[in-house]
């Protein structure tokens, strides 16, 4: 038996308020026809009644209304949502007046019926007129309201907005007209001249960057918005690291993209990180050598579960390698970067997970049988200066003769280049992490006549890998402090893992043999610095909401990292960003006499603490090798004299 389907619940509201508006339309148009003909009559309210233009018109009506209700419903003028109207809906609106206006005047000459021709026009402005009102008065009232609601609300966030631009305006029109907003802006900044004492939504634009800090004391603003996607690194940092000195909170757009994706939104803010306020321009390495040089190729990366090892497996992955084997002692770390891999690259990528350590040779030899790589990217390492200090041997044997083993698989298995992951504590090292590094880089350049092509690349610190200084601050200041610094003075180099990995990248396309590359990392940022803005960006204030405490420096650890670049020794290479260190290689046989001072430290090590058999090896096999203490007492007084030159 036939059934009638359910028809759609009837939207009630919807209804009152569409009938509610062709209630004011009709009023609207009477009015506007009675008052383009009082206008015409001079507003003589006799000589008006007494005209027979007006019973033309009042006899017109019942025909024409029905006609205009008709028109401003195929026009959208009843469904439509004002409140967030734009140019359609006006457009919309002047189209449906005037062919309202033009119907009724066609109407009146059908059936003979004279009116002035001055009518027509006045009559459609006025109907324009009091349309635009009925439709835009409910939006004004409703911003109104919340305007007042966001200004008396305890809750609203006074705000600043950086950037009076397109991103900005977005901005500020989201921040008023978002119901879920807690925030009310209450000046905006722009560097623009034209700009500054004008208004935009009703908003001041009340000065330039450079005094975006007296502007934020005396508009009282608690949180700062920054809205200028097109800015340069550079222009990016100096003005966040002004909005920082203020105590406020802050939020920024991501960048550039977001205006040409047309993704400009409230949503898209989001809290300014320590990474932001990096010190110097972000290092941007040529991409397309790189993926035409790695695509099509095996790739093997050891410690490819760790920070760096698992941003190079990225990396590697985007430039389509006929294989990738990612080599990891932790099998979490390893499980979660396959994940990642598996989702976005699915079966497009060729991918296998292999876990073992680099100190097993035997383990290193069946992985290179069997997957045959043509490139290795060697990331296995432990890199800790205070727990290897403590744990030297397990530092010698997974650092230096791990690197062996793996170098050695390289060479037997054919593999075409070889990088090693090195560290900028092997410059003039004065812990045992740091010289472990140093002498696998030595391990690395002694395989000069080999077939392989072998080549370190170092670098400083890297922002957020596990174990850095950030993650810890970051868990320090939500358990609500102190943040410790080892000493107010220590100085490092930053980059972040992106910048890291591309450079790890870029070098292994370029090298050839022997080589050791090195990164230009800019200026040093001082630890003490980094708790202060941390603290900062956290929206609290440093030394009174968190305290710092000094705990002094770690054993091995130095209070000046020493400076990568030293023009005398270095070589350009293509990238600008990259140079090469000049230094002699040793011979096999040098470097085989190492290993064995190395390997009888170990074995006399066995049944002691390990410190000082370890401690006297890397003496003898490390010349660069430095007493901490007194290299920092010879940074201190060098310091000192440069001070006391400069005043």
């Known amino acids: ?238 003005i966040l690291e002004l909005c920082n000195k203020t105590d406020c909170k802050l939020r920024a757009l991501p960048g550039i993209y977001q205006l040409v994706n047309g993704e400009v939104s409230v949503q898209k803010l989001k809290d300014v990180q320590i990474e932001d306020l990096l010190l110097r321009d972000s290092v941007s390495l040529n991409g397309k050598a790189e993926r035409n040089y790695y695509h099509g190729k095996t790739v093997l990366v050891t410690g490819g579960g760790g920070s760096i090892g698992s941003e190079l497996c990225r990396q590697i992955a985007g430039c389509k390698p006929k294989k990738l084997i990612i080599f990891d002692i932790y099998e979490n770390n390893a499980y979660e970067i396959q994940q990642e891999l598996k989702y976005k690259y699915g079966e497009r990528l060729d991918l296998a997970v292999e876990i073992g350590s680099v100190r097993d040779r035997e383990r290193m030899d069946a992985v290179f049988a069997i997957h045959r790589p043509e490139i290795v990217f060697h990331a296995a390492a432990h890199k800790h200066v205070p727990l290897m200090e403590h744990s030297g041997c397990e530092a010698i044997k997974n650092n230096v003769f791990g690197t062996v083993n793996t170098a050695d698989m390289a060479e037997k298995y054919g593999v075409e280049k070889f990088i090693l992951i090195s560290t900028d504590k092997a410059v003039n090292p004065t812990n045992i992490m740091g010289a472990s590094k140093r002498l696998c880089e030595m391990m690395v350049q002694c395989r000069t006549g080999s077939k392989t092509s072998f080549a370190a690349v170092r670098f400083g610190n890297v922002l957020g890998s596990n174990g850095s200084v950030i993650p810890l601050f970051k868990r320090q200041i939500e358990a609500g402090g102190p943040v410790t610094v080892t000493d107010k003075r220590i100085i490092r180099y930053f980059m972040t893992i992106s910048e890291a990995s591309q450079l790890v990248m870029e070098a292994g396309a370029m090298a050839k043999n022997g080589e050791l590359f090195v990164l230009d990392m800019g200026k040093p940022v001082r630890i003490y610095d980094l708790a202060v803005n941390m603290i900062r960006l956290s929206g609290l204030k440093p030394n009174v909401d968190i305290k710092i405490e000094e705990i002094g420096l770690r054993p091995g650890e130095k209070l000046y990292e020493e400076l990568l670049m030293k023009d005398e020794t270095l070589d350009k290479t293509e990238n600008e960003l990259i140079f090469i260190e000049r230094d002699k290689p040793l011979s096999r046989e040098e470097a085989e006499e190492k290993l064995q001072i190395l390997a009888g430290a170990l074995e006399k090590a066995e049944d002691h603490s390990g410190s000082p058999y370890i401690k006297e090896a890397i003496r003898r096999t490390v010349p660069t090798f430095r007493n901490p203490e007194e290299l920092n007492k010879n940074a201190e007084q060098a310091a000192e004299m440069k001070a006391l030159h400069q005043n």
């Open 1 to 238: 038996m036939f059934k009638w389907k359910n028809k759609a619940p009837i939207n009630k509201q919807l209804l009152l308020r569409q009938l509610l508006l062709i209630a004011a339309d009709i009023l609207s148009f009477a009015t506007a026809a009675f008052l383009a003909l009082w206008l015409r009559h001079e507003f003589d309210i006799d000589e008006l009644l007494n005209a027979r233009f007006l019973h033309h018109v009042l006899y017109m009506l019942p025909g024409s209304l029905p006609v205009m209700v008709v028109i401003y419903w195929l026009l959208g003028l009843y469904n439509s949502l004002w409140e967030f109207a734009g140019e359609r809906e006006m457009v919309m609106i002047v189209i449906g007046a005037a062919a309202t206006s033009v119907t009724h005047t066609l109407l009146l000459f059908m059936v003979r019926l004279g009116i002035p021709r001055s009518f027509v026009i006045l009559q459609f402005l006025f109907l324009l007129l009091f349309t635009l009102l009925t439709r835009f008065s409910y939006r004004f009232v409703r911003k109104q309201k919340e305007k007042y609601q966001h200004s008396t609300a305890e809750e609203a966030r006074r705000t600043m907005v950086i950037g009076a631009g397109d991103a900005g305006a977005t901005i500020v029109r989201e921040l008023q007209r978002s119901r879920y907003s807690q925030n009310k802006v209450v000046c905006l900044i722009d560097d623009d001249r034209n700009k500054i004492g004008r208004y935009m939504y009703g908003i001041p634009v009340a000065g330039s960057t450079g005094e975006i800090i007296a502007l934020a004391q005396r508009f009282r603003v608690e949180e700062i918005v920054f809205a200028i996607p097109s800015a340069s690194e550079k222009r990016r940092v100096e």
